[in-house]
């Protein structure tokens, strides 16, 4: 433990170690899409590509939130049922007009993630639990608007809301747009404004946010709405481009967003963490699929098998990483 | 309503009272409720579905209890269940025995698993156990090609719907699991160790208490208790189901610990609080079924129950 250069190679490694703990996703991202497109022919083409965008558009949006949740030290289970609810309630309101179909859910959303916000921050309870209830409630309140699934709802053929799940600019589909403007707003918020810095401080400390003077329960309640917000969102994209409110979707999609928000590099324990990780991750999820949807001969389910063990991967990676920085 | 506001320490008498006994009220009061209003719910035959629907969700819960007892959850139970489900068809050939052995085995080896990542390498329980959440399902449809498979072992499916001495076997077999957790809790070093890991960490570190061996025990344990519900709920259907076996399992069973009065917070493990919590969530589900209430009003007041509980049960870690 005695320093005797100016530059000990234990701080080049930590240095290192800081970087692939930070660049990982996208390094194993990049040679991830390197090897596809050398294997398989049809990965490169252009009709692939955007397709992959595509699909990675819905996960990105709810996965954009979950990184918010997840940098302040919290958890938000939610997502998923949230997320289904959002879409049948687009689907239910594009009946009303356009401003109907998007609002609606919008606001229902937005509330069942202030409550979220609410209980967590002025009663205390972990938002583990809370947003475990929360994922219960919204189940429920989806199962009783379509009469216990029993009935979808439909967008109609002429609904302007059609587009913005199935339009497309430059050949590129609309959604995917919307995923990167609402990144490139997350990023900005998250780095540039008082409560981006709110955000960080609460995952590094909530203790030392509190003694610090930070609006440690306000910046929680607009957290969980956000969150809430943008899973609503990401429901009104799907049933825009599958011109139905499925209610089927999004059983395990909080897996799927946690999942994705922790392979890009954001510390499950609050504090640390970055947007353009989690689209990294959210690419690279959509990429394993493909890869073994390209493949053809292996069996579907194999593509939760690898994402729960490249999960693990990842994060036991962090783990050692984070453990060979400190000593 | 004025004079009806309640003091400080009366609250804080109540609110205690309600966290020791709150559940064993509720499972009471549900009870007194149904046999006044409820066409046929007092028969024996009623009160034996019940309990054998309570059952699979009371046997997981109480694996559920130890490791929330170390201030741990455990998310992957749903998906060791499907495992064990994909595996009976497998196996049945050389006979239930088998079944169980090995559907034991692989419950063991997913809560070694995670235990190892939890104790060793220091991992979250909740993203260590995600992992197989996510990969155990995708694992038993591997195994089960995707496939429900009708069962027509006899010897099997009595597991699930055989009796003894008049009482059903998978509500003996959660019986006699629940008095053994009590005693591992109560009468054990290990016990004893858990609930101190659970309480205190570092402390327990410090202690020299065998922290890694505990924690790496209760998922162990947490795994087996998954397998035998996976394997149990399998001969009820009589069908092994990997798709569907086990589904959100892991929300009912902490749901049942947390209503029973275990705190998220660990250092402490109600053993008979859960198996009550385990037949409060079921009596609601059936209360609400009976009088025609549908199965989304069923979720919406599980959820409320459970923000209720840990309401109550908060106070306690804030005094």
């Given amino acids: ?327 | 309503m004025s004079t009806a506001t309640l003091t400080r320490p009366d609250r804080a008498r109540v609110t205690s009272w309600l966290q020791n006994y709150g559940v064993y009220l509720a499972v009471v009061v549900l009870l007194l409720f149904n046999i006044a209003f409820t066409k046929n719910f007092l028969s024996a035959a009623n009160f034996r579905t019940q309990l054998v629907q309570a059952a699979p969700v009371c046997i997981v819960a109480l694996g559920m209890a130890l490791v929330i007892g170390t201030e741990g959850i455990d998310l992957s139970v749903g998906s060791v269940m499907s495992v064990a489900a994909a595996l009976v068809p497998l196996y049945l050939g050389a006979g239930p025995v088998m079944v169980i052995v090995v559907a034991l085995i692989a419950g063991v080896a997913s809560g070694l698993f995670s235990g190892f990542l939890v104790a060793q390498l220091g991992i979250q329980p909740i993203i260590a156990t995600l992992a197989l959440l996510v990969g155990g399902r995708g694992l038993a449809l591997v195994i089960a090609h995707g496939q429900l498979v009708q069962l027509h072992n006899p010897d099997f499916l009595a597991l699930g719907t055989g009796d003894v001495l008049g009482v059903p076997i998978m509500v003996l077999v959660a019986a006699v699991l629940s008095v053994l957790a009590g005693l591992l809790v109560r009468r054990t070093t290990f016990g004893r160790h858990l609930v101190a890991v659970g309480g205190n960490r570092p402390a327990a570190t410090l202690a020299g208490l065998p922290v890694k061996r505990v924690l790496i025990g209760v998922y162990a344990m947490s795994g087996a208790l998954a397998a035998i519900a996976g394997v149990l709920s399998t001969a009820r259907l009589a069908a092994s189901d990997p798709n569907d076996l086990g589904l959100l399992m892991e929300l009912s069973a902490i749901t049942a610990v947390v209503v029973g009065g275990t705190p998220l917070t660990g250092g402490r493990v109600r053993v008979l609080g859960t198996v009550f919590g385990a037949l409060l969530m079921q009596l609601v589900h059936a209360t609400l079924i009976k009088h025609n209430l549908p199965d989304s009003a069923a979720q919406m007041v599980q959820a409320a129950i459970i923000v209720a509980a840990v309401y109550v049960a908060r106070e306690r870690s804030t005094r």
């Fill in chain 1, 1 to 327: 433990m005695i320093a005797t250069t100016a530059a000990p190679p234990s701080e080049r490694g930590a240095a290192f170690a800081a970087v692939l703990q930070r660049q990982g996703a996208a390094v194993v991202l990049v040679l991830g899409v390197a090897a596809a497109w050398f294997a398989f022919p049809r990965f490169g083409s252009a009709d692939n590509l955007r397709d992959l965008a595509l699909q990675s558009s819905f996960l990105a949006v709810i996965a954009l939130g979950m990184t918010f949740v997840i940098i302040s030290g919290g958890i938000d289970l939610s997502v998923g049922s949230v997320y289904a609810l959002g879409g049948v309630l687009a689907a239910y309101g594009s009946r009303y007009g356009l401003v109907v179909a998007i609002l609606l859910p919008l606001v229902v959303c937005g509330l069942i993630g202030l409550i979220n916000g609410l209980l967590i921050a002025r009663t205390k309870m972990a938002p583990f639990i809370v947003t475990l209830a929360s994922l219960l409630f919204a189940r429920g309140l989806l199962l009783a608007l379509t009469n216990e699934g029993a009935t979808t709802y439909k967008v109609g053929p002429g609904s302007a809301l059609l587009w913005l799940g199935q339009g497309k600019i430059f050949g590129i589909g609309v959604p995917v747009y919307l995923a990167l403007v609402l990144f490139g707003l997350g990023g900005l918020l998250l780095r540039r404004t008082r409560f981006g810095q709110s955000v960080f401080a609460l995952g590094g400390s909530e203790q030392s946010a509190l003694l610090m003077g930070l609006p440690v329960a306000r910046t929680k309640i607009t957290l969980y709405t956000l969150s809430g917000t943008l899973a609503g969102f990401a429901g009104v994209l799907t049933a825009a481009y599958l011109q139905s409110g499925v209610t089927v979707l999004g059983v395990g999609t909080e897996l799927d967003a946690i999942s994705v928000v922790v392979i890009g590099g954001t510390l499950l324990t609050g504090g640390a963490g970055t947007v353009v990780g989690t689209l990294v991750g959210v690419l690279l999820k959509t990429l394993i699929q493909n890869v073994i949807n390209q493949v053809g001969t292996l069996d579907s389910n194999y593509q939760t098998v690898v994402s729960g063990a490249f999960l693990l991967v990842v994060v036991v990676i962090q783990r050692l990483l984070a453990r060979s920085r400190r000593s």
